[in-house]
């Protein structure tokens, strides 16, 4: 496993252009297997993750081309509908081919892809939905046997505004006879993204990025030509680096909206964040302050935002509270952080930042992605030098990592 070294940094400034989305890309690529055709996905970042969601289309039969952030996917002779544990195992949302592939073969055979680090990331609300398009299921030996003569339009109503179990259920949807609803589905930038690109393939999906979606199902989709949206984690998390050593900094291609509970809590503190069309600059002089942060379903403030604005609140003098709303375990870093002479204190989903001065480097390992993020930004504010462990985490979900930060003064290295 790779580590990540960051030694004390001075205030980042210059600019940077943000990458693709990560968690749009994944659920993008997942649904070519719909179209039959010859789709081509440009702005995808290359990641880990998204390296796997190729293999698992290419196991099913998909042919796959990457030139540079431009991937076409050829879902003409897809001939398999089972992924094993080996691919799934390595990426939850290698979970998202089971909708397709049931829309599609009226079957799906998949790997269930188990828990990781910040919960038991369960998949019942999406074989609910599943249920109720008329599908039937077995789960067997770790796996999911999903399938169905046909499917047909439904009204469904989830449990919780999944964010997987809604694409998987529009997915599943699209090529459904009759009109599917989904009711308290959630409402992320990524869904958006998602039905764009179903739409321009022919789809009829109306209501995306609100809680209640529309789909009326067609015969059949063809391939086509999208552009994934930028990253707003990356974004976000290049932000609070910004903050955290008081720094000057502006992100190229960055959609505001898809940011503003991050932006209203940053400006809340006190960094001044201004936009200019598609870049925003981060300024970040005068003393912050402290607030409280509850992650909720978007426009909510994102989970994958929370250990980074954590580790942003141990350099901040007095007591910030972050509750953790959407996942289980999401304080793994704490420990870590607390090597760094951080002072905080958990509580079920609670915990208390008591900001006193900063944090001094130390040795610690990142326990996931938005962990990893978190020491990272940790690092470039606390004295001296930080070594984390398990750096590959941060390869699943930051392209460039690295090079973004130097090119704004961060002085970091990645050693393999
Ligand atoms: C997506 O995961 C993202 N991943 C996650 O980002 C993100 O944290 C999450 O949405 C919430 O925004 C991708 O898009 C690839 P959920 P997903 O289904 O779809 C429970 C990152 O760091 N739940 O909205 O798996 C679940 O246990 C990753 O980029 C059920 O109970 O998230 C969790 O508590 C981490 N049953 C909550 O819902 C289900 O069937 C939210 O999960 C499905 C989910």
Known sequence: MSRFIVNSSKALSGEVCVSGSKNSALPILASCILTGGVSTIKNVPV?????????????????????????????????????????????????????????????????????????????????????????????????????????????????????????????????????????????????????????????????????????????SLKGCTHTIIPDRIEAGTLMVASAVTAGNVTLKNVNYSHLSSVISKLTEIGVCITEFGSDINIKCTMPVKTTSIKTMPFPGFPTDMQSQIAALFCFINGTSVITET???????????????????????????????????????????????????????AAKGKTIINNADYLKRGYCNFEDKLKKLGADVIIEE
């Open 47 to 219: 990641l880990s993750d998204i390296e796997i969601m190729c293999t698992i289309l290419s196991h099913l039969g998909c042919k796959i081309n990457r030139v540079d952030d431009v991937i076409t996917v050829d879902s003409s002779n897809v001939n398999c509908t089972a992924v094993p544990f080996e691919l799934t195992g390595k990426i939850r949302a290698s979970f998202l081919v089971a909708g397709p592939l049931l829309a599609r073969f009226g079957r799906a055979e998949v790997s269930l892809p188990g828990g990781c680090t910040i919960g038991t990331r369960p998949v019942d609300l999406h074989l609910k939905g599943f249920s109720d398009l008329g599908a039937e299921h077995i789960i067997k030996d770790g796996s999911v046997s999903i399938s169905c003569k046909e499917l047909s339009g439904a009204r469904i109503c989830l449990d919780f505004p999944s964010v997987g179990a809604t694409q998987n259920i529009i997915m599943a949807a699209v090529l459904t006879k009759g009109q599917t609803i989904i009711e308290n589905c959630a409402s992320e930038p990524e869904i958006v993204d998602l039905a764009d690109f179903l739409n321009k393939c022919g789809a009829n999906i109306k209501g995306a990025g609100t809680d209640k979606i529309v789909i009326d199902g067609t015969n």
């Open 326 to 380: 959407i996942f289980e375990n999401r304080f793994m870093y704490v420990p870590e952080l607390i090597r760094m002479n951080a002072d905080i204190k958990v509580d079920g989903r609670t915990a208390v930042i008591n900001g006193k001065g900063g944090l001094v480097g130390a040795e610690v390992n990142a326990t996931d992605l938005r962990a990893g993020a978190a020491l990272v930004v940790a690092g470039l």
